[in-house]
Nanobody, 125 residues
């Protein structure tokens, strides 16, 4: 059973910084792309940033230059460093992986589209 556990959210003043972490567990052998999404009240969930297994990154225009996504493959963990936070960054942030390889030998399987439970980020003005 693959699980993603996020941490690092909280309340911060505008202009401040936070770092989110998302650790995967459950006999994971490898993870393909990892990403962070967010959902503000009354809005659709949107992609914030993503990173491939090779380290290529992609960012939403609204966070370019302020947020940095990174990953530690040995720890099955993805990070999101958020600087110069704005009130409009307030949302629940979710991590996602598109597919993983789980288990070894004849029990090895591919698992698809896993989500974390979400962590609240609130930026006060």
């Amino acid at each position: 059973q693959v699980q993603l556990v996020e941490s690092g959210g909280g309340l911060v003043q505008a202009g401040g910084s936070l770092r989110l972490s998302c650790a995967g567990s459950g006999s994971i052998i490898s993870i393909n792309a990892m990403g962070w999404y967010r959902q503000a009240p009354g809005k659709q969930r949107e992609l914030v940033a993503s990173i491939t297994s090779g380290g290529s990154t992609n960012y939403a225009d609204s966070v370019k230059g302020r947020f940095t996504i990174s990953r530690d493959n040995a720890k099955n963990t993805v990070y999101l460093r958020m600087n110069s936070l704005k009130p409009e960054d307030t949302a629940v942030y979710y991590c996602n992986v598109d597919w993983v390889v789980v288990g070894i030998g004849p029990t090895q399987i591919y698992g698809y589209d896993y989500w974390g439970q979400g962590t609240q980020v609130t930026v006060s003005s």
